[in-house]
């Protein structure tokens, strides 16, 4: 069955660079959309964007100027930077197959990722 | 971008009744592409209506999703122990999709 698998560092420092990469089993990364989606401690949902397997993507205009998102298609993993962060970006990060038009069947299990001096 | 409006905030049922839950969008959706999620403390949210009113595999037919343009309803007929929870809806009709706040079911 499809898993989804969330690793990266779990403290970051504010103004650096927030990494989580999403690795896939079950599935090839090569010909779907996959996104990925947090969510703040007791809060909702935001989609922060969705990258193809070709390493084509689509980031929320609200996280735009900061993201940039990879495939490896070697490793069947997607990858998130966010960079210049601030406390306002701790949350858990999920990674989920589906692009901008779909819903979410498979998800990862999360990762919290606190941002702190 | 679409926002998504649910009500009401929080739900207090005993088990055995009926949740109704509503999803308001500040804009039509195209194609009712709308989903309703659970999301139980720690874990992901799990996916259950897509289209408004299909089920994902494996879900009990006591949940049930309806509705059209603006106003979508969500409904679990009979509350078992295991169905409270935190409820979300989606729209991925326009990008970026977007989420509801969230709808608690709590027990009574």
């Known amino acids: 069955q499809v898993q989804l698998q969330e690793s990266g560092p779990r403290l970051v420092k504010p103004s650096e660079t927030l990494s989580v990469t999403c690795t896939v089993s079950g599935d090839s990364i090569s010909t779907k959309y996959w996104s990925w989606i947090r969510q703040p401690a007791g809060k909702g949902l935001e989609w922060i964007g969705r990258?193809?397997?070709?390493?084509?993507?689509i980031y929320n205009p609200s996280l735009k100027s900061r993201v940039t998102m990879s495939v490896d298609t070697s490793k069947n993993q997607f990858s998130l930077r966010l960079n210049s962060v601030t406390a306002a970006d701790t949350a858990v990060y999920y990674c989920?197959?589906?692009?901008?038009?779909?819903?979410?069947?498979?998800w990862g299990q999360g990762t919290l990722v606190t941002v702190s001096s | 971008e679409i926002v998504l409006t649910q009500s009401p905030g929080s739900l207090s049922l005993s088990p055995g009744e009926r949740a109704t839950l509503s999803c308001r969008a500040s804009q039509s959706i195209a194609g009712s592409y709308l989903a309703w999620y659970q999301q139980k403390p720690g874990q992901a949210p799990r996916l259950l209506i897509y289209g408004a009113s299909s089920r994902a595999t494996g879900i009990p037919d006591r949940f049930s999703g309806s509705g059209s343009g603006t106003d979508f309803t969500f409904t679990i007929s009979r509350l078992e122990p295991e169905d409270f929870a935190v409820y979300y809806c989606?729209?991925?009709?326009?990008?970026?999709?977007?989420f509801g706040q969230g709808t608690k079911v709590e027990i009574k």
């Open positions: 989920a197959r589906g692009g901008g038009g779909s819903y979410y069947e498979y």
């Open positions: 990258v193809h397997g070709s390493d084509n993507t």
């Open positions: 989606q729209q991925y009709g326009s990008t970026p999709p977007t």
